[in-house]
T-cell receptor, first 112, second 114 residues
């Protein structure tokens, strides 16, 4: 079956611009996560959605970052007024409420 | 605060050898410890996972050893193959907290020489 998909696969933007990153989770998975992977670093948790519950935003690095999940499925991560330090691979994962998280291929964001 | 420390950062092993990657954690509330494998340009994929009620779990050539008192766990890859060359991440989470957000180690770049 289809896995987690993310778009775009690559995004190059100029400092100060806003960007939107999209995640399509595996159908039926109620939990959705966003992580950030900086060059040569491990993965850093950003935000978590579980069903209709309020999202866990504890990992968002600043108020420039926000995320939505519409209809319990597709999620969009928005970064406003991008900075060079935002350059990273943004990974989305979904889970059927169990332990296993299934990751998408990521979006590589480059801020010039 | 880095809650999961992983070592080594890079590892080179000859084909057929044993690859060993170690992780240590600080939060005693962690109760789920997965290992992920990541190839260049791909997202991480779950390799094997363990809970602290067992000291070892084996799946094929991959084994997790878990030491609860030392707060350490390790991944052993037996008969390492060139196709195992990838970056490996250990992780931990507190599933009882309900969020299950994973805390990752820094990663180990494994190279298997043919």
């Amino acid at each position: 079956g289809a896995g987690v998909s993310q778009s775009p696969s690559n995004k190059v933007t100029e400092k100060g611009k806003d960007v939107e990153l999209r995640c399509d989770p595996i159908s039926g998975h109620t939990a959705l996560y966003w992580y950030r992977q900086s060059l040569g670093q491990g993965l850093e948790f950003l935000i978590y959605f579980q069903g209709n519950s309020a999202p866990d935003k504890s990992g968002l690095p600043s108020d420039r970052f926000s995320a939505e999940r519409t209809g319990g499925s597709v999620s969009t991560l928005t970064i406003q007024r991008t900075q060079q330090e935002d350059s990273a691979v943004y990974l989305c994962a979904s889970s059927p409420t169990g332990d296993t998280q299934y990751f998408g291929p990521g979006t590589r964001l480059t801020v010039l | 605060q880095q809650q999961v420390k992983q070592s080594p950062q890079s590892l080179i092993v000859q084909k057929g050898g044993i690859s060993i990657i170690n992780c240590a954690y600080e939060n005693t509330a962690f109760d789920y410890f997965p290992w992920y494998q990541q190839f260049p340009g791909k997202g991480p994929a779950l390799l094997i996972a363990i809970r602290p009620d067992v000291s070892e779990k084996k799946e094929g050539r991959f084994t997790i050893s878990f030491n609860k008192s030392a707060k350490q766990f390790s991944l052993h890859i037996m008969d390492s193959q060139p196709g195992d060359s990838a970056t490996y991440f250990c992780a931990a989470s507190n599933t009882l907290q309900g969020a299950q957000k994973l805390v990752f180690g820094q990663g180990t770049r494994l190279t298997i020489n043919p």
